[in-house]
T-cell receptor
């Protein structure tokens, strides 16, 4: 699975959009981009995933660049409860292999 | 629908003792995983299973054994606990999607709430 690079930490004001970047320059054509978050040592929680098109669900939006070498997770209106470590993961389609977690980005939403 | 349930939630072991962590899922998922997470670090895969009766090694399998006798359960065993195995253990499950344009793609993984294990 391709490696990912994320900033170690970010701050965001409550109510504003949080934009979390992820670089995955070695991604291959059939690898998906997944985002998870982990709140205060709880079990990681799935947020969203995509292949090449932008995706949106009730939690967030995922913007993938045209060359697929980077992506951005957008939390449109961050709340204090969104404070967590966010993990960007690139995973091979059709594989039973594990999700490989890096260090992630610690997002702190400030009041 | 409880999702993924881990038992126990907390445990303190003495060096050399053995124990088994239980993971149970009620979503009929094929794939199950055991991870460990040390302070300030990401999750590392210990073992995983792609179906009943199958297991495979992950990134850090030494000192652990697993069994998947029933589809819904995935057991993680420590035969002789060591202080280096002090960690938070997470179980996860997922299933492959077959058919259509998402053929073969694994859906999102669901995680349990973790087991905090301390070995003294």
């Amino acid at each position: 699975d391709a490696k990912t690079t994320q900033p170690p930490s970010m701050d965001c004001a409550e109510g504003r959009a949080a934009n979390l970047p992820c670089n995955h320059s070695t991604i291959s054509g059939n690898e998906y981009v997944y985002w998870y978050r982990q709140i205060h040592s709880q079990g990681p929680q799935y947020i969203i995933h995509g292949l090449k098109n932008n995706e949106t669900n009730e939690m967030a939006s995922l913007i993938i660049t045209e060359d697929r070498k980077s992506s951005t997770l957008i939390l449109p209106h961050a709340t204090l409860r969104d404070t967590a470590v966010y993990y960007c993961i690139v995973r091979l389609s059709g594989s039973a292999r594990q999700l490989t977690f890096g260090s992630g980005t610690q997002l702190t939403v400030l009041p | 629908n409880a999702g993924v349930t881990q038992t126990p939630k907390f445990r303190v072991l003495k060096t050399g003792q053995s124990m088994t962590l239980l993971c149970a899922q009620d979503m009929n998922h094929e794939y199950m995983y055991w991870y460990r997470q040390d302070p300030g670090m990401g999750l590392r895969l210990i073992h995983y299973s792609v179906g009943e009766g199958t297991t495979a090694k992950g990134e850090v399998p030494d000192g652990y054994n697993v069994s998947r006798l029933k589809k819904q359960n995935f057991l993680l065993g420590l035969e002789s606990a060591a202080p280096s195995q002090t960690s938070v253990y997470f179980c996860a499950s997922s299933y492959p999607i077959l058919g259509g344009d998402r053929r073969g793609m694994n859906t999102e993984a669901f995680f349990g709430q973790g087991t905090r294990l301390t070995v003294v």
